[in-house]
């Protein structure tokens, strides 16, 4: 088992930044990819990044590439992601997850996090 827990939420102005953090413990951290997904109300949980076991390789969703920065830290067991240049669009309840391979199908993880809410204000 992989036990994911968020920080970092919170109001923020549209343009304005914040920056999440998950912090695993359990089985070995870098045995996983993870990803950061998010789900908006009545909307479809989505993908938002993720990164490869080593950190060698980052993937992003088109609405937030070039904005948005998925990091890792394999010896403290955690993964961030910098949210820049935020839109009201990026309101939602944001995820972290682990998985065995970094996809970008909610289904391909097995550990999810509680989650952690984001609003952006116009």
């Known amino acids: 088992q992989v036990q994911l827990v968020e920080s970092g939420g919170g109001l923020v102005q549209a343009g304005g930044s914040l920056s999440l953090s998950c912090a695993a413990s359990?089985?070995?951290?870098?045995?996983?990819?993870m990803g950061w997904f998010r789900q908006a109300p009545g909307k479809e949980r989505e993908f938002v990044a993720g990164i490869s076991r080593s950190g060698g390789s980052t993937y992003y969703a088109d609405s937030v590439k070039g904005r948005f920065t998925i990091s890792r830290n394999n010896a403290k067991n955690t993964v961030d992601l910098q949210m820049n240049s935020l839109k009201p669009e990026d309101t939602a309840v944001y995820y972290c997850?682990?998985?065995?391979?970094?996809?970008?199908?909610?289904?391909?993880?097995?550990?999810w996090g509680q989650g952690t809410q984001v609003t952006v204000s116009s």
């Open positions: 359990g089985r070995t951290f870098s045995n996983y990819a």
């Open positions: 997850a682990g998985g065995r391979v970094l996809m970008t199908h909610p289904g391909a993880y097995d550990y």
